[in-house]
Each structure stands twice: as C-alpha cells, then as structure tokens.
T-cell receptor, first 113, second 112 residues
Framework: GEKVEQHESTLSVREGDSAVINCTYT??????FPWYKQEAGKSLHFVID?????DRKQSQRLIVLLDKKAKRFSLHITATQPEDSAIYFC????????????FGGGTRLTVRP | AQTIHQWPVAEIKAVGSPLSLGCTIK??????LYWYWQATGGTLQQLFY??????VESVVQLNLSASRPKDDQFILSTEKLLLSHSGFYLC???????????FGAGTRLSVL
C-alpha cells in the first residue's frame, strides 16, 4: 500500500516568514494530494489540495507544489501568522476509486511573534 | 449546508467493555463515509469506509467493526475494548472518492 512520509515533524518560523512542509509518497498511482490542519485539541479541516494533472496550486497564502517524478509534494505558507500555528497533515490517495487516503505523520508548525 | 455530528464527545471505558460510536451527516444524500483513528500525538489511520448503505469496507480492523444502517449514519463498535483502542476517533464524509474530507469534531476515547 501507499506510504506517505512527512519530513518535518516540527517547524518553527517567525511571523511574516514562509513555512515549507515537505512530503513524499511511494505509489505512482496516487493522484490526489490534500492537506489538512489540526489545531490543538480539535478535529481536522481541509486547507488545500492538488491533483496530479497540475504541478502548482495557490489559494491565498497557501501554495502546493507537486513533483510527480520525485513523488514529492510540499505546502508553502507565505506571510505566516500566529493563527497558522497547528499540526499540518499531508495525504495521498492511492486508490483510484478514491476511497482510501494515507496520511503523513504530521508537522507541528509554530509561528513565533 | 451539510453538517456532521459525532457522538459521544468523550468516553472513559473499562477494558473488555463494549463500545458504540456514532456519526450523522445532514444535508448530503449518499455521501462517502469514513472512520479514522488517531493515537495521541500520532497520525491518522483510516479504519473503514462506506460508499453506500449497508456496505462497509475495512481498511484496518483493530478489533473494531463498522456499519452503515442508514444513508446518513455510520456506527463504529466493538464488543470488547482493548487498551490500544484509546485515542481520537474521527468520522468524515466526502461527496465522492478522491474528494475533500469533512471531519466531525471527534470522540476522545480513554480505555482504562
């Protein structure tokens, strides 16, 4: 099955700087790569995703890059704010029926004032 | 607008006791439904998913079972809890496979 590795378990940046979280996956059949955010003690909510037919997607301060050859994707958060502090999970969907999502281990992002 | 409700919010249970967790989705017909488990400080493990009423696929069982008795309801249960069942259980729905997951608020389970 698919394995997703999230390379940074913790990340600390200064407010206003950019944060980058990197993930790699193993299954070349994976075609959908979402990112989720979990604030302390809470559930997850969706932040952004990218599909394999594009290599870049942006939504306001969030940019996702996908390198299919390297089986790598990354989340870039620009102009970070304290409310960006949370755990971020990347995921890859390796089942083309779309019902199976494998998550990375999570990255705890801290934005320092 | 669609809403997802999980119950209970939290449970403290004894080893060997039964468990039933529930999830209801309102405002969306025929959603895909999912159960995830998160160990404290850990990643998410998909447990089950369901594409239609009465059909549930197991991804990782962990001595748990799931059922979808109605289109908008997903139940996670076991007859005998283990210590290893402790964690955060999340129900989620999506419109189709390969689409955004919308998570419920979760149930925190402590098995003692």
């Amino acid at each position: 099955g698919e394995k997703v590795e999230q390379h940074e378990s913790t990340l600390s940046v200064r407010e206003g700087d950019s944060a980058v979280i990197n993930c790699t996956y193993t299954d070349t059949a994976s075609s959908y790569f979402p990112w989720y955010k979990q604030e302390a003690g809470k559930s997850l909510h969706f932040v952004i995703d990218i599909r394999s037919n594009v290599d870049r997607k942006q939504s306001q301060r969030l940019i996702v890059l996908l390198d299919k050859k390297a089986k790598r994707f990354s989340l870039h958060i620009t102009a970070t704010q304290p409310e960006d502090s949370a755990i971020y999970f990347c995921a890859a969907d390796y089942n083309n029926a779309g019902a199976k999502l494998t998550f990375g281990g999570g990255t705890r992002l801290t934005v320092r004032p | 607008a669609q809403t997802i409700h999980q119950w209970p919010v939290a449970e403290i249970k004894a080893v060997g006791s039964p468990l039933s967790l529930g999830c209801t989705i309102k405002g969306k017909s025929s959603p895909n439904l999912y159960w995830y488990w998160q160990a404290t400080g850990g990643t998410l493990q998909q447990l089950f998913y369901s594409i239609t009423v009465g059909q549930v696929e197991s991804v990782v069982q962990l001595n748990l079972s799931a059922s979808r008795p109605k289109d908008d309801q997903f139940i996670l249960s076991t007859e005998k809890l283990l210590l290893s069942h402790s964690g955060f259980y999340l129900c989620a729905w999506s419109r189709t496979g390969g689409d955004t997951l919308y998570f419920g608020a979760g149930t925190r389970l402590s098995v003692l």
